[in-house]
Structures are given as C-alpha cells and as structure tokens.
C-alpha cells in the first residue's frame, strides 16, 4: 500500500514562552483599549480583515519573529535539505469568543501558513484540516477522513502549506480563544 500525496503539517511548541505571551498582551492590550477589533463576516473578530497588515512587523515582535523563522526551519528541513530564504509577508490576531469559529478556506498565495496559540483552554475550537484529495470523498470504499482536528495548546505553533483547505470549529466555551496567524512566501530568483 503506497499513501500518495502526503500533506506535511508541522506541530511545534514555542521557546521564549513568558517573552511571546508578554509581547502579545501588551499588543492585545493596544487592539483592546485604542485600535480596536475588525468583525470578521459575523464569525469572529481579527485585527485586520482586509489581511494586509503584518502585526509582527509593525509592532516590532523580534522574539516571536524570531521563534516562527526557527519553527519554519524545522519544518522545511523535513524534506529539502538547505536553508530557504523566506518572508512573513502577513499576520493578524484572531479573536473567538463563544459561538464563533472560522469558515473552511485557504492562504493559497503563500507557501506556508501557520497559527500560534496566545491563548486557549484546549476546548475552545479545534483547528481542523480538510483533505486536499477531494475526489477521496466521494469514495464509498475509503475510510479514510475527509477532515482531521487538533485541538489548540496555549504557546503551540502549527505550520502548513497555504493551499491546504483549514477552519476553527465553533468555540462552545465561555472562554476566549486568542491565535496569531501569519503567512510566509520564500524569496525566488
């Protein structure tokens, strides 16, 4: 039996923990008190729904760029064997209150995509993956699931590829759900 296709994820969990939750409440504290928060299609709130802004960047979080830049080297060096320049060309933070959640979708314009925990209980919604093999799901024979879920640890970092289809289920929880999310393309020739 052969599995073609395989889709790598990488699950990882921050170093510099205390540093990285610090800077993002001090940042949290800034969207909380003076810029406010974007409503997402009534499905959560972000702080920037037209995903332009590069909150790594503008608000200066060396330590967590730093943390996502050796997170990504760690997934890369999985299957090719030298060192890719890339850039985070995108990042916002995601806020799920109870009741919301984020449609099924993808970042197919860039390589990787990937999402930090700030904040979570591990019961206020589960990233989940859908295949990338839909024709699979017409398949009366295979057993194989069309989604796979993994619920989210505080100061975890998961890393995928842009096109692989992803969403949050509904957070049923009193308890608020923070992530940062960001987007990385490699620099090409």
């Given at each position: 039996?052969?599995?073609?296709?395989?889709?790598?994820?990488?699950?990882?969990?921050?170093?510099?923990?205390?540093?990285?939750?610090?800077?993002?409440?001090?940042?949290?504290?800034?969207?909380?008190?003076?810029?406010?928060?974007?409503?997402?299609?009534?499905?959560?709130?972000?702080?920037?729904?037209?995903f332009k802004d590069n909150i790594i960047k503008e608000h200066k979080l060396t330590t967590f760029e730093e943390?996502?830049?050796?997170?990504?080297?760690?997934?890369?060096?999985?299957?090719?064997?030298?060192?890719?320049?890339?850039?985070?060309?995108?990042?916002w933070i995601t806020r799920c209150d109870k009741g919301n959640y984020a449609a099924c979708h993808e970042h197919?314009?860039?390589?990787?995509?990937?999402?930090?925990?700030?904040?979570?209980?591990?019961?206020?919604?589960?990233?989940?993956?859908?295949?990338?093999?839909?024709?699979?799901?017409?398949?009366?024979?295979?057993?194989?699931?069309?989604?796979?879920?993994?619920?989210?640890?505080?100061?975890?970092?998961?890393?995928?590829?842009?096109?692989?289809r992803h969403g949050v289920h509904s957070n049923t929880t009193d308890h608020t759900r923070m992530s940062v999310?960001?987007?990385?393309?490699?620099?090409?020739?």
């Open positions: 039996m052969l599995e073609l296709f395989p889709t790598k994820i990488h699950l990882g969990s921050v170093d510099n923990y205390e540093k990285i939750q610090q800077d993002f409440k001090d940042l949290i504290q800034v969207f909380d008190t003076e810029l406010g928060w974007d409503d997402l299609w009534n499905t959560h709130l972000i702080t920037d729904n037209k943390e996502v830049r050796s997170q990504v080297r760690k997934y890369i060096t999985q299957w090719q064997q030298c060192d890719l320049d890339f850039d985070i060309v995108t990042s197919g314009w860039s390589d990787i995509s990937g999402v930090y925990y700030y904040q979570t209980n591990g019961e206020d919604g589960d990233i989940y993956f859908q295949t990338p093999v839909l024709a699979q799901t017409t398949c009366f024979w295979d057993t194989t699931p069309n989604t796979l879920s993994f619920p989210p640890e505080q100061g975890g970092i998961i890393l995928f590829p842009g096109w692989l999310s960001f987007n990385i393309t490699f620099k090409r020739s």
